[in-house]
């Protein structure tokens, strides 16, 4: 039995040591060789070893794993080890000791210093792979090989007469009975205005930088003093920044009062950066939580679930209102026992559960309004303050951004109602990949309105990553424009413009553009090699939705079959092609997330199931 998985980063070494643990419980296949296809090799293309070193993981460490346990709602054998912060403690020392890495130093101390409710680099994170694959090949029974191939698969075809399959990469070719793909983040086709933008640049000796990995940018050409365009506030833009500053040299301390002030290198340029709403993602709060746990669901229960059981039966405006009821009914849990002691919690929590308006019950209690929760507010700060564009207003939101991710994730109202959505995660996902949505309002209304509150408000930086922006702000490095950010070509300084539709007097020059995001999930128009090939051969499909109007709508994502990972193609399952992760974004629902232990996590559960489906549908 052979098997090629293609991509050698969490999902792929997952999906490993199923495999593995599975033929180490049935021994179901005489022989069975698991290749690893991956360019980059163990981590693939995020997670290598090498990277900058002030690239930061999003996730706490103890929120990191590749093992199961036992709450996997899984039929494979529990093989439970350590997360990222066990490991980083238990075991990183020996193994760094024991492996020659340039970063080795570097390594050796931030694994010592490392705090369960820290941040580890993109490069520590790197390092457990590594260990995790040397793992595997020690938990080898005779009849497993296990390897890597630093290729790209670039396509597959189906044997005739057999239902094996022929991989190629760019230099060679091998067959396998099941091929498992996990393949990330691609680039896509330039859209027109990024055509122009390229264009322009290469006329006027500019550097234009799209959508693509962080630890992959190019800043050799940009000056000291010189002015950076960053399109966007989210991730990518706070690893630009951070490359940009700490990368070059420059440092923190914290002043009398604990807060940051940065001392320059002297070689950092000018940053201006802006986006459409004008202010960056919420801070990632301070972590309060212990293993596996949740705050669970008092609106999306099971017993909810019972009423919405055939596909487009849920409406997306009701899904959002519920949505934010959840966040809500924490915050009011957390802000009574704060700030209202004389209110029987109790109480109010339940009518708040059971009203008909919710937001009744607050109004009628001893909550004052300017503890109100306001979603208006809150995902549209800029309407609700005048000079966004000035340094010291937008460090002053800054600072309380911080201040709230720092009340914690059981303690702050604030930061505890966000931190719903990433609780949620599972709950959410059941209405997608159970498609409750009706098709028009899974376009405009989840993967368009919710989707955008959710990357804004739970999937942010750590708080230390606010407080730093806010040093940069108050020292006059980073500019951040106010909303409705705009970027153009100035044909007579040949340089990009930007400007803030708020204050179009405010306009700024630069040679240099970065688009600060990562590429859009598009199978269509992904460069993928892969991707296009099995686009092309009929082996896979975009997934589309028909709409009410008579026209579909393209997800970008890789369609498949939900129950099985498998390819699908007009509703037929393509057997031995499985496909997860990035790709499935919009078929699935929040596939960049790191597997985390205690919580039946989605990826080991997939990974699991996978393997499964693999040892029902396949003999020896």
Request: with cysteine; net charge negative.
């Amino acid at each position: 039995m052979d098997i090629t998985l293609i991509g050698a980063g969490p999902r792929g070494l997952i999906t490993a040591e199923r495999l593995i643990e599975w033929q180490k419980k049935t021994s179901q296949y005489d022989k069975l060789a698991i290749t690893l296809l991956d360019p980059f090799g163990i981590g693939g293309r995020v997670w290598q070893v090498d990277q900058p070193h002030e690239l930061l993981m999003n996730t706490n460490p103890d929120y990191i794993t590749l093992f199961t346990d036992e709450t996997i709602a899984m039929t494979g054998p529990v093989v439970t080890g350590p997360n990222l912060f066990e490991w980083a403690h238990q075991d990183a020392p020996g193994f760094l000791f024991s492996h020659r890495l340039p970063n080795r130093a570097t390594l050796l101390e931030e694994a010592a210093a490392l705090k369960h409710n820290g941040y580890a680099s993109r490069s520590l994170f790197g390092v457990y792979q590594v260990w995790f694959y040397e793992y595997l090949e020690h938990q080898l029974p005779e009849s497993v090989t296990l390897s890597v191939v630093q290729e790209t698969a670039t396509s597959i075809r189906q044997l005739d007469e057999s239902n094996r399959y022929l991989i190629k990469t760019d230099t060679n070719r091998a067959q396998a009975d099941a091929v498992i793909m996990a393949l990330g983040h691609h680039e896509n086709d330039l859209t027109p205005e990024q055509t122009t933008l390229m264009n322009f640049a290469d006329e006027h000796n500019l550097n234009y930088i799209g959508p693509t990995q962080p630890q992959e940018y190019q800043f050799q050409t940009v000056n000291a003093g010189q002015n950076v365009i960053l399109r966007g506030l989210g991730l990518n833009f706070f690893d630009a920044v951070t490359l940009l500053t700490q990368g070059r040299g420059g440092h923190f301390t914290k002043d009398t009062h604990g807060r940051l002030v940065y001392h320059p290198s002297g070689i950092e340029p000018h940053i201006i950066a802006g986006s459409r709403r004008g202010f960056p993602l919420r801070a990632k709060g301070r972590n309060e939580k212990g293993y596996g746990e949740l705050d669970k669901p008092h609106f999306l229960t099971p017993d909810w679930f019972e009423h919405y059981q055939t596909t487009g039966s849920l409406s997306g405006s009701r899904l959002i209102e519920l949505l934010h009821h959840e966040a809500e009914y924490v915050y009011y849990e957390r802000l009574l026992k704060l700030k209202y002691p004389q209110v029987n919690a109790d109480e109010f929590l339940n009518e708040f559960v059971h009203a008909q308006r919710p937001e009744a019950i607050v109004f009628r209690s001893a909550i004052v309004e300017s503890d109100y929760f306001n979603w208006d507010k809150l995902l549209n700060p800029g309407e609700f303050m005048e000079n966004s564009e000035q340094p010291q207003v937008m460090a002053d939101y800054l600072e309380s951004d911080v201040t709230a991710a720092l009340a914690g994730t059981k303690t702050g109202p604030l930061t505890s109602a966000l931190e719903i959505f990433r609780d949620l995660r599972d709950v959410i996902r059941r209405v997608v990949d159970q498609q409750l949505l009706r098709p028009d309002d899974l376009r405009n209304l989840f993967l368009g309105q919710f989707d955008n509150e959710n990357s804004y408000l739970s999937v942010g930086p750590p708080e230390t990553r606010i407080a730093e922006l806010q040093a940069l702000v108050e020292a006059g490095i980073v500019t951040i424009l106010g909303p409705s950010m705009t970027v153009d070509v100035d044909v007579d300084q040949h340089q990009f413009v930007t400007w803030s539709k708020h204050f179009p007097e405010d306009r700024y020059n630069a040679k240099c553009l970065v688009e600060a995001r990562l590429p859009a999930i598009s199978a269509a128009h992904s460069q993928n090699p892969l991707i296009q090939n099995l686009l092309t051969s009929d082996l896979a499909q975009a997934q589309t939705v028909p709409l009410s109007d008579g026209t579909v709508f393209a997800t970008g994502a890789v369609d498949i079959d939900i129950a099985t990972s498998q390819l699908q193609t007009d509703d037929e399952i393509v057997s031995g092609l499985y496909f997860w992760g990035v790709p499935t974004e919009g078929k699935r629902w929040f596939t960049t997330a790191s597997p985390r232990p205690g919580v039946n996590d989605s990826v080991l559960r997939g990974g699991d199931g996978i393997v499964a489906n693999i040892f029902k549908q396949f003999t020896d």
